[in-house]
């Protein structure tokens, strides 16, 4: 049976298992929070309308959390307030 070197011990990735549920959890949060002002939407529909931009979808599949956070955010502001929801 061989030991790990105590020098890897303290080394610890960035995105460790807990991290990235901790992550997922805060998205999800915000993600409840504005469907819970549409919650008439289908979660397709909720998607969609968080990537609207001036012309058409943009494209969501290389979003990272920030960006998904930034567009929780603006749509949670704009939906929030009475008669604001798409």
Same mark, same amino acid.
Request: charged share 30%; net charge negative; glycine share 8%.
């Given at each position: 049976?061989?030991?790990?070197? &105590? $020098?890897?011990? +303290?080394?610890?990735?960035?995105? =460790?298992?807990? @991290?990235?549920?901790?992550? @997922? *959890? +805060?998205?999800? $949060? /915000?993600? +409840?929070? !504005?469907? &819970?002002? !549409?919650? &008439? ?5 909720? !998607?969609? @309308? ?8 943009? &494209? =969501? #599949?290389? #979003? %990272? *959390?920030? +960006?998904?956070? $930034?567009?929780? %955010? $603006? /749509?949670?502001?704009?939906? /929030? %307030?009475?008669?604001?929801? !798409?």
């Amino acid at each position: 049976m061989s030991e790990r070197p &105590d $020098d890897l011990g +303290a080394f610890e990735p960035r995105w =460790t298992r807990e @991290n990235r549920i901790r992550a @997922n *959890h +805060a998205l999800l $949060d /915000a993600i +409840a929070a !504005v469907w &819970d002002e !549409v919650p &008439d939407q289908r979660f397709g529909q909720l !998607v969609k @309308n968080l990537s609207r931009e001036p012309g058409g979808f943009a &494209d =969501t #599949w290389e #979003w %990272k *959390h920030g +960006a998904w956070y $930034d567009r929780l %955010k $603006d /749509a949670y502001r704009t939906w /929030a %307030k009475p008669g604001g929801a !798409v």
